[in-house]
């Protein structure tokens, strides 16, 4: 636990100085570590709210926001809800980017997520696996996947090089970094 919280540090510090970062977070010991982490940057807060809500209104009136959508995956309407706020912020600005981190059991619920996004209308959407091992025992954690939607340029070879690395220094044989499009 060296490295908790880890995006919103990340994420604080490439802030540049005309840029603001809002991270929200349920669970109250949590949030008051995220807090606590962001207290060192002025234009990072963190706050306490569902994100999924909180996201969608914070990303208003902003233009071409980054949302990074990061939830447990315990619950199994995580999947339904992470893709129901990317189409909720990506109608309030199509040039918005929404990253989805989600983990990799089976192909099938992996599948359905992407699916779901792809009926919500959305193109322009990067895939980047990182397998661990085959995905054939859905009760693993076999890898993860980040899924962006209007992805920056030069964010394919980066998410190759990553889930690459990943893969190498983590994976079983069997093992294999997948970046694709979907959408
Ligand atoms: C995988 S962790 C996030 C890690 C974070 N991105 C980082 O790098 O430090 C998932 C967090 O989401 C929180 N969470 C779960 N459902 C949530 C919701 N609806 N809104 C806000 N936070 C939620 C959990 O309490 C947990 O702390």
């Not at 322009?124 to 990182?130: G, P």
């Not at 690459?164 to 994976?171: C, H």
Request: charged content about 25%; aromatic content about 8%; proline content about 8%.
């Amino acid at each position: 636990m060296r490295f908790y919280p880890g995006s919103p540090v990340l994420t604080a510090r490439a802030l540049r100085p005309e840029d603001s970062y809002r991270g929200f977070e349920l669970n109250p010991p949590v949030e008051a570590l995220l807090r606590e982490a962001l207290a060192a940057w002025p234009n990072a807060v963190g706050q306490a709210g569902d994100g999924y809500e909180e996201a969608v209104r914070a990303a208003r009136g902003l233009k071409a926001p980054l949302v990074l959508i990061d939830p447990p995956f315990e619950r199994p309407d995580d999947y339904v809800r992470s893709a129901e706020t990317a189409a909720a912020v990506l109608r309030a600005d199509p040039t918005a980017c929404v990253a989805i981190w989600t983990p990799l059991k089976d192909l099938e619920t992996f599948d359905g997520f992407i699916r779901r996004l792809e009926q919500a209308g959305l193109s322009r959407v990067l895939v980047a696996e990182a397998r661990l091992r085959p995905l054939n025992n859905p009760m693993k954690m076999n890898g993860c996947a980040m899924t962006v939607v209007n992805a920056p340029s030069g964010a394919e070879a980066a998410a190759a090089e990553i889930c690459g690395w990943t893969v190498q220094a983590l994976g079983d044989a069997g093992g294999r970094a997948e970046v694709w499009r979907a959408g």
